[in-house]
């Protein structure tokens, strides 16, 4: 790119112009839609007095339909029949406000409704009313944004750079991903298919459910038509910001994609591209936003579609959807003998978030298990605009490679790539991003993915190295029971006593029965008084048996409910009693002594048991009803280096130097 920086620098002191009646976080209510108009009139400034002609000659045939013809003379998929372009807007001072909408009004349908998305005709009445649209357009009329002069891809820079300007404290990954980001997702997506993708007169499809400008559509169909120029790249996307939506229909128009591809919408809850699939799909969902609005929408198709939809492995926590939209990019894959394959970033949650059998492990359990994910790249910290976190590809696909001639064979593996040091500091941070990945860099990281080999940056797992069986530990219920005045005291803690003194009568009856309970109360309070306070029972069954006969020596019925609660405010723990044991003789459960255990999916449960827990507790036993399984991806901790704590004399003499440091900087402030 030639002067990239000088074309944002330029188109944003247009920005600034506007400083007073606008806020800088509405400069591009403007500025975008503004832009886009300027791209159109150079795009078709070359054919314009020909498609004004041919208008004319069409309107007296009386042809309804006269784009087709019309967009052959503009050899664009769109036209303009309005006499305007923005120098005859500029010959015009005082009207140009009504002339600049009849030059809207003026392009084919698909490209205006473009500019309608933008909701642009309630600026022109605010530029206008400030004195401002003259000069605005005056401005912009000195730039030429004609695609041989400033290319689609750096036209991509150009919006995006203006976006992250206009929106520096937007959400994390709200706008659009580094170009380099792109890059290496597309080289990493493509790169296994290299040879398939080089057959003459091949048709692929990409698909994009956070399309943003279109910048991931973009580079993937370039780097497609570099490896391939024969090749028909059809690019489909949806997005939900109507500013981003129109900045990449436009794009995609002036390439001569089909803009109608590109959806205005939530994925989640309007899918543009309902019953599709396709071959390649790539996005950067925004991180760890809530998907509250569509709970509604997305819960039902869950639990009435359930696999037949595409949330069937489950749903996440509401705080964050970014397993729903791979979700979603699964549901689109092909299911033909190539498959599909999915590129798409996240941040660190979805690795680890959700403990066994919560949503996110049951939607990484269905991935697995499915031998759908394919590898995963930890990329550098510092490299998006908005955010300075750790961030992820995920690579997934339905067509693993089990073919040695095609290349590593992957059936059954993933694939782990530790890219953090891959970077270089930039010269000048742009927001939050400070980092960036070299050209080679990409090319390195590329090649290491590919090779499929282990090494400093690289591990291969089998699927089953990520998954556990959460086990409930428990171990035996021990009480003692003593009949004391404190722990008779306890029963007015125990909710079956208190109830004997309640009504849900009103009035008299109410009254009466309250007054009842109180008796009876006082009763089993009285009989408890009557038992001797110095014995210390240590079997339960045995002090269930006093109990009730000293009950029954006083006409006093206890139903079970009752029973409980009495024993429950006479118990204490007790770890030399008996243990506690049900009607068939088993032992009961301390719920308090419960505990669970993570075992690895290949390591059987009871060696595990026998020898990593029995040996501590010899009274404990495994529940396995409440088993579950769940699965994990700890990447950190499989790249984890240890780094040996520095000596503490080397500490010490650092300390002591710092302290005289210190000192003698003191006594120059001081004046000694």
């Given at each position: 790119?030639?002067?990239?920086?000088?074309k944002?620098?330029f188109?944003?002191?247009i920005?600034?112009l506007?400083r007073g009646?606008y806020?800088?976080e509405?400069?591009?209510?403007v500025?975008?839609?503004?832009?886009?108009?300027r791209?159109?009139?150079c795009?078709?400034a070359?054919t314009?007095?020909?498609?004004l002609?041919k208008?004319e000659t069409?309107?007296?045939?009386g042809?309804?339909n006269m784009d087709p013809?019309l967009n052959?003379?503009s050899?664009?998929?769109?036209n303009n029949?309005?006499?305007y372009?923005f120098?005859?807007l500029?010959?015009?001072p005082d009207?140009?406000?009504n002339?600049?909408?009849n030059?809207?009004n003026?392009?084919?349908?698909?490209a205006?409704?473009?500019i309608e998305h933008?909701?642009?005709?309630?600026?022109?009445t605010?530029?206008?009313?400030n004195?401002?649209?003259y000069?605005v357009?005056?401005e912009?009329?000195k730039i030429d944004?004609?695609?041989d002069v400033?290319s689609n891809?750096?036209m991509?820079?150009?919006?995006?750079?203006?976006?992250?300007?206009?929106?520096e404290?937007g959400e994390?990954?709200d706008h659009?991903?580094?170009?380099?980001?792109i890059r290496l997702?597309?080289n990493i997506l493509l790169?296994?298919d290299?040879?398939?993708?080089t057959q003459?007169?091949?048709v692929?499809?990409?698909?994009?459910?956070c399309?943003?400008?279109?910048?991931?559509?973009s580079?993937?169909?370039?780097?497609?038509?570099e490896?391939n120029?024969?090749i028909?790249v059809?690019?489909?996307?949806?997005?939900?910001?109507p500013?981003s939506?129109?900045i990449?229909k436009?794009?995609m128009?002036?390439?001569?994609?089909n803009?109608?591809?590109?959806?205005?919408?939530?994925?989640?809850?309007?899918?543009?591209?309902?019953?599709?699939t396709f071959?390649y799909?790539?996005t950067?969902?925004?991180f760890?936003?809530?998907?509250?609005?569509?709970?509604k929408f997305i819960r039902e198709?869950?639990?009435?579609?359930?696999?037949n939809?595409?949330?069937?492995?489950?749903l996440?926590?509401?705080?964050?959807?970014?397993l729903?939209?791979?979700?979603h990019?699964?549901?689109?894959?092909k299911q033909?003998?190539k498959g599909?394959?999915?590129?798409?970033i996240?941040?660190?949650?979805?690795?680890?978030?959700?403990?066994?059998g919560?949503?996110?492990?049951?939607i990484?359990?269905?991935?697995?298990e499915?031998d759908?994910?394919?590898?995963i790249?930890?990329?550098?910290?510092?490299?998006f605009?908005?955010?300075?976190?750790?961030?992820?590809i995920w690579?997934?696909?339905n067509r693993?490679?089990?073919?040695?001639?095609?290349?590593p064979v992957?059936?059954?593996k993933i694939?782990?790539?530790?890219?953090?040091?891959?970077?270089?500091k930039?010269?000048?941070s742009l927001?939050n991003?400070?980092n960036e990945?070299?050209?080679?860099?990409?090319?390195e990281i590329?090649?290491?993915?590919?090779e499929f080999?282990e090494?400093?940056y690289?591990?291969?797992f089998?699927?089953?190295?990520f998954?556990y069986?959460?086990i409930?530990?428990e171990?035996?219920l021990?009480?003692?029971?003593?009949?004391?005045e404190e722990?008779?005291?306890?029963?007015y803690?125990?909710t079956a006593?208190?109830?004997?003194?309640?009504?849900?009568k009103?009035?008299?009856?109410g009254?009466k029965?309250?007054e009842e309970?109180?008796k009876i109360q006082?009763q089993?309070i009285?009989?408890l008084?009557t038992m001797?306070?110095?014995i210390?029972?240590?079997n339960r069954?045995?002090?269930?048996?006093v109990l009730k006969?000293?009950?029954k020596?006083?006409d006093?019925?206890?139903d079970?409910?009752?029973?409980?609660s009495?024993?429950?405010a006479?118990?204490?723990?007790d770890?030399?009693?008996d243990i506690c044991?049900d009607?068939?003789?088993?032992?009961?459960?301390?719920?308090?002594?419960?505990?669970?255990?993570n075992?690895?999916l290949?390591?059987?449960?009871?060696?595990?048991f026998?020898s990593e827990v029995k040996?501590?507790?010899p009274d404990a036993?495994v529940?396995?009803?409440k088993?579950?399984?769940g699965?994990?991806?700890?990447f950190t901790?499989?790249?984890y280096?240890?780094?040996?704590?520095r000596p503490?004399?080397?500490?010490m003499?650092?300390?002591?130097?710092?302290?005289k440091?210190i000192s003698e900087k003191?006594?120059?402030?001081m004046?000694?």
């Amino acid at each position: 790119m030639i002067n990239f920086q000088d074309k944002v620098n330029f188109i944003w002191s247009i920005a600034e112009l506007l400083r007073g009646p606008y806020k800088k976080e509405q400069y591009g209510d403007v500025i975008l839609p503004m832009a886009v108009l300027r791209r159109f009139d150079c795009v078709l400034a070359a054919t314009k007095q020909e498609v004004l002609e041919k208008y004319e000659t069409l309107k007296k045939s009386g042809l309804q339909n006269m784009d087709p013809v019309l967009n052959r003379i503009s050899k664009q998929e769109f036209n303009n029949t309005s006499k305007y372009d923005f120098e005859k807007l500029l010959a015009d001072p005082d009207n140009i406000a009504n002339n600049l909408r009849n030059y809207i009004n003026g392009f084919s349908k698909n490209a205006r409704e473009i500019i309608e998305h933008f909701d642009f005709d309630k600026q022109i009445t605010k530029l206008n009313d400030n004195n401002l649209l003259y000069l605005v357009v005056s401005e912009f009329n000195k730039i030429d944004l004609h695609p041989d002069v400033v290319s689609n891809t750096e036209m991509g820079y150009i919006f995006e750079e203006l976006i992250r300007r206009f929106s520096e404290h937007g959400e994390a990954g709200d706008h659009y991903t580094p170009r380099e980001v792109i890059r290496l997702m597309v080289n990493i997506l493509l790169n296994e298919d290299n040879d398939e993708l080089t057959q003459p007169g091949l048709v692929v499809t990409v698909y994009d459910c956070c399309a943003g400008t279109g910048g991931m559509l973009s580079v993937a169909e370039q780097y497609l038509k570099e490896l391939n120029p024969g090749i028909q790249v059809e690019l489909f996307g949806q997005e939900i910001n109507p500013q981003s939506f129109s900045i990449c229909k436009s794009d995609m128009l002036i390439k001569g994609q089909n803009a109608d591809n590109i959806i205005l919408g939530d994925s989640f809850t309007e899918d543009g591209h309902r019953g599709r699939t396709f071959r390649y799909m790539l996005t950067n969902p925004p991180f760890g936003v809530e998907w509250k609005k569509a709970e509604k929408f997305i819960r039902e198709e869950y639990e009435k579609e359930g696999f037949n939809g595409r949330f069937g492995a489950g749903l996440p926590r509401i705080s964050d959807g970014s397993l729903l939209f791979l979700q979603h990019l699964i549901s689109k894959m092909k299911q033909d003998e190539k498959g599909s394959r999915i590129a798409i970033i996240f941040n660190g949650s979805p690795l680890f978030t959700g403990d066994a059998g919560s949503g996110e492990s049951e939607i990484r359990r269905w991935i697995i298990e499915n031998d759908m994910l394919e590898g995963i790249i930890a990329l550098p910290d510092q490299l998006f605009y908005n955010t300075g976190i750790s961030t992820y590809i995920w690579i997934v696909t339905n067509r693993k490679n089990n073919d040695p001639m095609k290349g590593p064979v992957r059936t059954g593996k993933i694939q782990l790539v530790n890219a953090v040091d891959f970077y270089q500091k930039m010269r000048k941070s742009l927001g939050n991003k400070r980092n960036e990945i070299t050209e080679e860099q990409i090319k390195e990281i590329t090649r290491i993915y590919g090779e499929f080999k282990e090494n400093e940056y690289c591990k291969i797992f089998d699927n089953e190295d990520f998954g556990y069986q959460k086990i409930v530990v428990e171990r035996p219920l021990r009480l003692n029971f003593q009949v004391t005045e404190e722990r008779i005291n306890n029963l007015y803690n125990e909710t079956a006593f208190n109830n004997l003194a309640k009504s849900k009568k009103k009035g008299t009856a109410g009254l009466k029965e309250i007054e009842e309970g109180k008796k009876i109360q006082q009763q089993i309070i009285e009989v408890l008084r009557t038992m001797d306070s110095t014995i210390l029972y240590k079997n339960r069954d045995e002090f269930i048996k006093v109990l009730k006969k000293v009950f029954k020596d006083n006409d006093i019925k206890l139903d079970s409910t009752l029973l409980k609660s009495i024993l429950s405010a006479l118990s204490e723990k007790d770890e030399t009693a008996d243990i506690c044991v049900d009607s068939k003789g088993n032992p009961e459960p301390d719920p308090d002594l419960r505990d669970t255990e993570n075992v690895p999916l290949k390591e059987d449960i009871h060696e595990y048991f026998e020898s990593e827990v029995k040996p501590h507790v010899p009274d404990a036993w495994v529940d396995e009803t409440k088993t579950k399984i769940g699965y994990e991806i700890p990447f950190t901790r499989h790249f984890y280096k240890y780094q040996p704590l520095r000596p503490s004399e080397e500490i010490m003499k650092e300390i002591i130097e710092l302290e005289k440091s210190i000192s003698e900087k003191l006594k120059k402030v001081m004046g000694e």
